[in-house]
């Protein structure tokens, strides 16, 4: 039987993926605000409209598939998100998890997991229900986990959220997919507190690695068997796109290329940003930057087709394909 991925359109075969961005958002929302100040939002038939457009574009410049990693704490809403994938060909999956540097919701602090050894985390129940059964009542079913760590580095909750996304990843076989600071080089943390919970680093990918070029910290985390999250093209805020290209160029030539993925960790609309901000993080920090910019540049340098497909293609479908 051929093995499949769930996405918002239902079960594919993974093999069909082709070349994806393994981390992305459509829309990164504030729900309360937006519940209660609507004019923050703006137009919803004009807001999926311009997700419609620019996920066609994306198509239209060679990508098949996105990972939306919005998950509780970004606004994840999945109706809307259907809505979007009805309008458009491309292939998109979505994540379940949680992103806090922190603090869980109040929600979650009277729902401690029992002190008994087999006390599971409502959080881990509700991840497996997201992979399992379906999203709010949708038959969408997320087919990745996502968990956050940041400056704050392994608070109390920052480390429930992530032992409960690897009870959802044992329990499931889907992939673990995280936000990391990597100038305080988070990413080993998260990876220790995966191992002490029996997760195979190899399906996990450390996230926003392309950070920084601290070529030491990133060989490390690949060494222990993750692949790494080249996902931040186009915030030149944090880092250049010199900067960026370069490091991507040195690993691949040290032969790394299977242990990296490329992404943007773009919106369509990010309400976090006014747009003014949004312009000088970087007129380059859209879907487009990676085909248009990225590539060509990393051809120029040496990176080679092979590299190329294996970072766009062949990682991802790895990545995606179950365990189980
Ligand atoms: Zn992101």
Redesign the pocket.
Known sequence: MAALVETVRGPLEVKLLGPTLM?E?IFVLSTEIQQNYPQTWGDEEARVNDAVTRLNELQAAGVTSLVD?TVLGLGRSISRIARVAEQTNLNIIVATGLYTYNDLPQFFQYRRPRRSIHGEDVLTSFFVDDITKGIANTTVKAAILKCATDVQGMTPDVERVIRAVARAHHATGVPIST?THAASRSGLDQQRILLEEGVDLNKVII?HCGDTTDLTYLRILMEHGSTIGMDRFGIESILSFEDRIETVVRLCAEGYSEKMVLSH?AACHNDWLEDDVIRRTGSNWNYLHITKDVIPALRQRGVTEAQIGTMMVDNPLRLLSRVR
Do not use: M, T, Y
Request: aromatic share 0%; charged share 15%; hydrophobic share 15%.
């Open positions: 981390h958002h990693l936000h996230g960790d």
